[in-house]
């Protein structure tokens, strides 16, 4: 790998009349995003101009919203995405959700940081102020990035929670959203995993069964998502990725965040459980639903 190759073939990709899409794809869905970190800066130092701006004078679309998502570090993608849902045009409660639900505790503080230096409030302020009642709290809970990350199960306290979760809901009239709050955002997986297990023995019902029963709009998403992630991170994808695809009319900042954000994490389990899950492939999905370069660069990242 050489910055300098890669910057100079980048610039040549957009020099002149015309932009050579196709080189611009070749390059940067070859590097992980580290090296394209490499890029960025051997270009501004080589070439003396700015890459992220020479790609979007030249880029549009979808297709740029790809291309600049692949050159932001990880952390400054997620910040960014969450600036978005909050302070964009109403509330895409879907982003926040996801982000907050499937990322670990280190790369929770870590955007919390950048969110702060970047925006220069709170991400925490800026969810309370942008949402409301328990799907706020669940959020700002989430966003603390505490949860427990060891892989201790405690076996009484299992019993416990599974039961403190039957009472909070399918026991009583109305629901203590309250103990499914700190109960879910709080415990690591192992024991969570636990939970659900004893969960069904009490109930007779799955976890997600009851959330869905029990609760309705984000909150219940926000809950879900959760469940979902404890339980298995990619087929959580998976499902994101075949919901902003099917049915008329594609969503496209889900399709690109998830494309872009799991590319160099998990796209391979993502794509197996896709495959697994709706019997068709990621790949013959996109190919269906979108077109162009578009089409080409996240066939790209799909290939993982």
């Known amino acids: ?150 892989t201790f199960v405690d076996e009484a306290l299992a019993q416990q929670d599974a039961q403190c979760l039957y009472e909070a809901g399918e026991k009583k009239w109305g629901t203590d959203e309250v103990q499914f709050m700190s109960i879910l955002c709080t415990r690591n997986r192992c024991h969570l995993l636990r939970v659900f297990d004893v969960y069904r023995v009490i109930t007779n019902k799955d976890i997600t069964e009851s959330i869905k029963s029990e609760m309705s709009g984000d909150l219940e998403d926000a809950l879900l998502a959760v469940v979902k992630c404890m339980r298995n991170k990619p087929a959580y994808f998976a499902e994101r990725l075949y919901k902003s695809m099917k049915g008329l009319g594609t969503d496209d900042s889900t399709l690109i965040r998830v494309m872009v954000s799991r590319s160099e994490i998990d796209m391979l389990y993502i794509r197996r459980e896709f495959l697994a899950m709706y019997g068709k492939s990621l790949h013959s999905f996109i190919k269906g639903d979108c077109s162009g370069d578009y089409r080409k660069v996240l066939l790209r990242l799909c290939g993982g």
Do not use: W
């Not at 869905?29 to 101009?49: A, D, E, M, P």
């Not at 679309?61 to 109403?90: C, Q, S, W």
């Not at 280190?106 to 969810?127: C, F, M, P, V």
């Open 1 to 150: 790998f050489s910055a300098e190759q890669e910057a100079q073939a980048l610039r040549k990709a957009m020099k002149g009349l015309g932009t050579d899409e196709d080189a611009i794809i070749e390059t940067l869905t070859k590097l992980n995003v580290s090296q394209r970190q490499q890029v960025l800066i051997t270009y501004k130092s080589t070439i003396g101009r700015d890459l992220i701006d020479d790609l979007k004078s030249e880029l549009s679309g979808n297709f740029e919203k790809v291309i600049v998502g692949l050159m932001t570090p990880t952390t400054m993608y997620d910040v960014h995405e969450l600036r978005r849902a909050l302070k964009g045009a109403g509330t895409d409660e879907g982003c926040l959700i996801e982000i907050l639900a499937s990322r670990t505790n280190a790369e929770i503080r870590h955007i919390n940081e950048n969110y702060k230096i970047q925006y220069g409030s709170s991400l925490e302020d800026d969810i309370a102020s942008d949402t409301s009642s328990m799907f706020r709290r669940v959020l700002v809970s989430l966003a603390t990035g505490n949860r427990d990350e060891g």
